[in-house]
């Protein structure tokens, strides 16, 4: 009886182990760094934004969009990706940001078909 118990145990695990690699095989898209960084503080306006996720991204899907305080869009160029990597999505800002608070609100697409979407803050220092 135990080698049937042992064997039925080893064949659990065994499920359990691939179902647990077969998620992390569809995992989304998890933004894993950005510049300028969540909750940061510049001195030096930045002219773009990069972000970088955990996925591939269909870049047709994918992109960023930035505010200020108020609340007032500002103008960002058409996103591309990075060209050593299809994980980072590179968004140029359409005009120099004057000092103030900026939320940046990402969405991806990745190429396993998983959206997924966030915010973040950053501020630019007064000169």
Known sequence: MSVISSACKSAAIAALLSFSMAQSAFAHAHLKAEMPAHDAIVATAPSSLRLEFSEALELAFSGAAVSDAAG????????????????????????????????????????????????????????
């Open 72 to 127: 007032k869009s500002i103008a960002t160029g058409a996103a591309t990706l990075a060209s050593d990597s299809n994980m980072v999505l590179l968004v140029p800002l359409g005009s120099r940001l004057a000092p103030g608070v900026y939320t940046v609100t990402w969405h991806a697409l990745s190429r396993d078909g998983h959206k997924s979407k966030g915010s973040y803050s950053f501020t630019v220092r007064p000169g």
